[in-house]
């Protein structure tokens, strides 16, 4: 098969972009998942944390299903939404538009550059659920908020939400960051286990100073990923739990591959999350595709230049963290 794509980042969390709109394709559940594997491999000519396949929506502008690098489909995906916002934005002529996701509508809109000449897009995060089914996680217990799970460890407490995809997080300081706890745990949790049986995203957060923080995240179905969208969006809204930051407030959300902006909304009895970062084109290409003997080749492939702006950002955002990061 032939099929044309772009490849692009949120924060670094990089990803394959592919318009089955326009360009008519169709494809089984299994070739989506065969596709992703295949494409993401990091060894490959192309790679991946994951696909973003945009399609037709009954109800709304475009729908967006992601396929993680091992070929599990994802509920959601906040990074990769902010490069589907900017695709349909700019297909549309909109300025904004809603998406259909797994489990929700979502609105997304073009926002002022957050750096100079970085193309700039909000999405909406929601619904969280904190209820242990949504995740799942096989504990005792309807919820988990800033606890410890001895079977992960006896010293860091976790508190579980889905927003709607499953995350896992927990405050942590430099020194533990810098250890290999956090690979441990997640491959743990993401391999055969009791407690997460569809696995988990787990993130330790460290909070850098008031609205602002540090976000590293181990993705389910990828490992550790520059950045995930999802997580930041739920690690912010769990230190304005803990009264660390503020809701309605923006938080600096530094990560390895950038930094986002949240703002965690209380409505009523229900939270909701803007996630505001960049939506940057890397290149786009045709690849010609062998499925069954599991092999491809780029015919063509045209560089887009904004990633030389999105760089100058990249060094004083690392500087940033270096200096910041507390004990
Ligand atoms: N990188 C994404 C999340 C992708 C899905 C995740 N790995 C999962 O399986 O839930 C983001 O930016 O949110």
Redo the contacts with the bound molecule.
Sequence with gaps: MEIKMIKGH?SG?DFLLIDEITHGYTFTELERAELAKLLCDRESKLGA??ILFVIKSERADGRMR?F?ADG?E????????RIVARYLCELLGKNEAFVETMKADLKVSKQPELFSQVHTYQVEISPVLFDLKALPLKLNKPTLYNEKIYELSDDLRFTALAVP???LITMVDVETLQSDIQQKLSEKVNGPNELFPD?V?VSFVNQLGKGSIYVK?F????GF?N???????ASSLVTCMQGLNEFESVIDVYNNGGKVQCVVHQLDKEFQIDLIGNATYLFNADVSIDLKAGTFEVTAQNEYTEQIAYEKLQSEVQQFIIDNMKG
């Excluded at 994802?74 to 939404?81: H, V």
Aim: proline residues 3%; glycine residues 22%.
């Design positions: 949120g969390n944390d994951g992601v993680n599990s994802a509920s959601m995906c906040g990074n990769g939404l995809n499953p995350h696995g995203n995240t993705e389910r179905g990828v990923t950045a995930c969208g999802t997580a930041m969006s």
